[in-house]
């Protein structure tokens, strides 16, 4: 098991950018992917990023690519999401989690391949 603890959401106006960190403990040696994702008021919880374990592989919700960056420091255990060009319908709350992987290329898509979830990070964007 994975602990995963995010940080870095906050109130920003529309148009300018936050870097969300998701810090992981427990079980980091195995191969995990990462992931983020965001649930707004109302709405279903939706995929924002993936990284592979070996960090060469990322994938994007559509609504996001171009503005969002996903990376990770395996060495310290860390995953960050670089949000950039906000815009108020990012606002949610952004979930961090782990889906152990055999391949270290795999960018599962699914949230139910995730098992291990962080408590999430509120992201606020005005207009």
């Known amino acids: 098991q994975v602990q995963l603890v995010e940080s870095g959401g906050g109130l920003v106006q529309a148009g300018g950018s936050l870097r969300l960190s998701c810090a992981a403990s427990?079980?980091?040696?195995?191969?995990?992917?990462m992931g983020w994702f965001r649930q707004a008021p109302g709405k279903e919880r939706e995929i924002v990023a993936i990284?592979?374990?070996?960090?060469?592989?990322?994938a994007y919700a559509d609504s996001v690519k171009g503005r969002f960056g996903i990376s990770a420091d395996n060495a310290k255990n860390l995953v960050y999401l670089q949000m950039n060009s906000l815009k108020p319908e990012d606002t949610a709350v952004y979930f961090c989690?782990?889906?152990?992987?055999?391949?270290?290329?795999?960018?599962?898509?699914?949230?139910?391949?995730?098992?291990?979830w962080g408590q999430g990070t509120q992201v606020t964007v005005s207009s």
């Open positions: 989690a782990a889906a152990s992987v055999r391949q270290p290329s795999a960018t599962p898509l699914s949230e139910y391949v995730y098992d291990d």
């Open positions: 427990g079980r980091t040696g195995s191969n995990y992917a």
């Open positions: 990284i592979s374990w070996s960090g060469e592989r990322t």
